[in-house]
């Protein structure tokens, strides 16, 4: 049982900045493929950014260059740096863990997930 509590989001202007948080039980950043994902309302959740273990980060295109996903194996948290912010981006983001993972950026593939961190964005 892995478990995952987000951080950081919150309310700022368009062209801002957030730092996301996720501390993970145990040692389940370094063992784990971890992943942020978000859902606005009335929408799908979607894969924003994910990692395997050993691996580097990839990223959904609407985010490549303003987001960096990083991890802290020592501290056993998982961020994820979101820059130059749109309205679009507005959404409840959650990250979520899996020991075995196929498809990086499907929710359908994650067992373990956060409580979800809110961030609005606003012109």
Do not use: H
């Amino acid at each position: 049982q892995v478990q995952l509590v987000e951080s950081g989001g919150g309310s700022v202007q368009a062209g801002g900045s957030l730092r996301l948080a996720c501390a993970a039980s145990g040692n389940s950043v370094l063992t784990n493929t971890m992943a942020w994902f978000r859902q606005a309302p009335g929408k799908e959740r979607e894969g924003v950014a994910g990692i395997r273990p050993g691996g580097g980060p990839f990223y959904v295109d609407s985010v490549k260059g303003r987001f960096t996903l990083s991890k802290d194996n020592a501290k056993n948290t998982l961020y994820l740096q979101m820059n130059d912010l749109k309205e679009e981006d507005t959404a409840t983001y959650y990250c979520a863990a899996d020991s075995s993972v196929s498809r990086l950026l499907s929710p359908n593939e994650y067992r373990f997930w956060g409580q979800g961190t809110q961030v609005t964005v606003s012109s």
